[in-house]
């Protein structure tokens, strides 16, 4: 059973070349992260995305198993 989600901007038709990748707890801060990447490092509004755009980025987004540190 996955505790996380990720993405990595490089499955992305035309971005195989972008070492991005985020992990989080959430699929909505997944979908935050994404958003802010492709702003900062792309240039790119999210805002104009529209949904067959977005469809597509869901289908990037992954569950993980991601080992937790526990505390001592």
Known sequence: MSNAYAYACR???GMESC???VVAASEAE???LI???AEYAHGED???WDQETRTYLATL???VDV???EDA
């Open 67 to 69: 080992r937790v540190k």
């Open 11 to 13: 499955d992305c038709e």
């Open 30 to 32: 997944v979908w935050k």
């Open 35 to 37: 958003e802010l990447h």
């Open 61 to 63: 987004i992954k569950p």
């Open 46 to 48: 999210p805002a104009d």
């Open 19 to 21: 070492p991005a990748s």
